[in-house]
């Protein structure tokens, strides 16, 4: 196999969704990846992931966007880097889709691969006479069109056209922030994620799982703003040396009671005081890179919801702005590894997907959603959240492996989030009952009963761990995640078993010798 052709295996899968999006032909992506990046072997992509040699402009500088020096057309030049592959492919559909001079790409056929070649190269993409050509010959000797035809292909099964989901960054009358709404840092372009909601690696040590309340956006000195009108602070932190470092919180009341908060942590300068009234679009402070828990300059943004009855809970800041990205007609983009967090929240694109939802995609759904029975405390406490991490892991892998039909699974998910009950026997079926509850504490209690003795015992935060940690390895397979969970579920209840005999034994006998005394 050719190097052109392991190229084109290794990253067809991204240039095929690009084509999804965008409606440009998969084979000239990949196409200009290979020339421009020297099948990925170039300096600029081995060091920077980009893989098209796009340039960093004035606002992709101002924006965040990290770049690299090098000598191109003229030395010391600045170029765009990026956090993956991923996001460099991204970057360049949306560089050919923002820039009118490319406008007449879009107006050619998906899959008409010669056309849009012609038109890259006349529209100066390159400097060289005969880039249309070179382009051509490496879609043609490697066989790159098939994967046009496929994606083609696909489209036609679904009944949807290329490039209907191009995603403009703008629309006539500005950038998205200012009116009503405003996303928390204003950007040109898109805010590029860090970090996004849900269990990560812990960055301060790589041996934990840990449960990431926020997303995390790059910043360099932005001012960062309030989201909505009539928003109020209600909390205030100047100390540095805390784990969130400078912090500051807004409220927005709803009409139903509840409340939402936007929480910024990391900051280096904060604008208002608690009391203050802000406004959609306001500054409220500077992005920095203050305390305790931080590995460089970003905003960390966290929302949550807080509902008329005091419960608190919070949810992906994701599906908040997409929230407000709709009432306000914002067309920016949260760009994290190629993909928009955005998309899986978004009006008519969610109720389509969710339609076709696997449990998987159910569960996940559910827990990110107002109306999760389970969601996230939105405490301190890391046992609380290790517990809620096990319990939503294991839901999942409970329900899956109890034959039943997805839509039982569906239904199976929505009862223990309500109830924050799992009924583990499909994991442990030698047991007469066997469940996983989380109490009003936010702690984990394992009850068995085997026919002949019932145990009932909090896990500890060891044993969290250990389950956490297993059912998020993506390295396992299912069916070794499977047998691991299950030997840690039984060693709990045989240790907690064999105590209770134990000290049965141990009764009896004070009994025995209580006897022989008298």
């Not at 390895?473 to 995640?481: K, M, P, Q």
Request: proline fraction near 3%.
């Amino acid at each position: 196999m050719s190097k052109n052709q392991q190229y084109a295996e290794q990253y067809a899968k991204y240039a095929m969704e690009q084509m999804r999006r965008y409606g440009i032909p998969a084979s000239v992506t990949l196409a200009q990846g290979i020339l421009e990046s020297s099948n990925g072997q170039s300096r600029l992509a081995r060091n920077e992931n980009n893989h098209f040699g796009i340039k960093a402009t004035p606002a992709w500088i101002a924006g965040g966007g990290r770049y690299g020096v090098y000598t191109d057309d003229k030395p010391d030049e600045k170029f765009c880097s990026y956090d993956s592959v991923g996001d460099s492919y991204e970057h360049h559909s949306r560089f050919l889709k923002e820039n009118s001079r490319y406008a007449r790409c879009f107006t050619l056929a998906p899959d008409d691969y010669k056309g849009w070649t012609r038109e890259i190269a006349q529209a100066g993409y390159a400097t060289g006479s005969k880039y249309a050509e070179s382009l051509q010959k490496v879609i043609e000797r490697n066989g790159l069109h098939e994967y046009d035809r496929q994606v083609m292909r696909e489209m036609a099964v679904q009944g949807r056209e290329s490039g209907v989901e191009n995603n403009p960054l703008r629309t006539p009358g500005g950038t998205g922030n200012g009116g009503d709404y405003s996303f928390p840092v204003e950007r040109e372009e898109f805010l590029f994620i860090t970090s996004p909601f849900g269990m990560r690696q812990d960055p301060m040590d790589e041996t934990k799982q840990q449960m990431h309340k926020g997303i995390d956006i790059r910043c360099n000195g932005d001012a960062v703003l309030a989201t909505e009108n009539g928003g109020k602070v209600v909390a205030v932190n100047t100390n540095k040396n805390t784990p969130g470092g400078k912090s500051l919180t807004v409220e927005y009341a709803r009409a139903d009671g509840s409340k939402v908060q936007c929480t910024y942590m990391h900051l280096g300068e904060i604008s208002v005081k608690a009391g203050d009234s802000v406004q959609a679009g306001q500054k409220l402070g500077i992005s920095g890179n203050t305390g305790m828990r931080t590995t460089g300059e970003h905003l960390h943004f966290g929302v949550a919801n807080l509902y008329a009855d005091g419960t608190r809970r919070d949810i992906d800041p994701a599906a908040y702005m997409a929230e407000i990205a709709q009432k306000g007609n914002i067309k920016l983009q949260l760009l994290h590894n190629g993909n928009d967090l955005l998309a899986r929240y978004k009006g008519t694109e969610e109720q389509t997907v969710e339609k076709s939802l696997s449990p998987d995609g159910w569960m996940k759904k559910l827990l990110s959603s107002e109306d999760s029975g389970v969601g996230m405390s939105g405490c301190n406490d890391p046992i609380v959240e290790m517990a809620m991490m096990a319990f939503t892991s294991l839901m999942l892998l409970a329900v899956q492996i109890d034959n039943k039909n997805e839509e039982e699974q569906k239904s199976a998910i929505s009862e223990a989030m309500d109830g924050r009950r799992i009924d583990l026997k499909s994991l442990l079926p030698g047991m007469k009952s066997c469940d996983l509850t989380i109490g009003g504490n936010g702690k984990a209690t394992l009850r068995a009963d085997n026919g002949e003795l019932c145990v009932s015992r909090e896990l500890t935060a060891a044993e969290l761990n250990r389950l956490s940690v297993t059912l998020n390895d993506n390295a396992l397979t299912e069916e070794a995640r499977r047998l691991r969970v299950t030997g840690m579920l039984n060693t709990v209840i045989l240790s907690e078993a064999a105590s209770q005999n134990f000290e049965q034994g141990m009764s009896a006998q004070q009994g025995q010798t209580e006897n022989l005394k008298r």
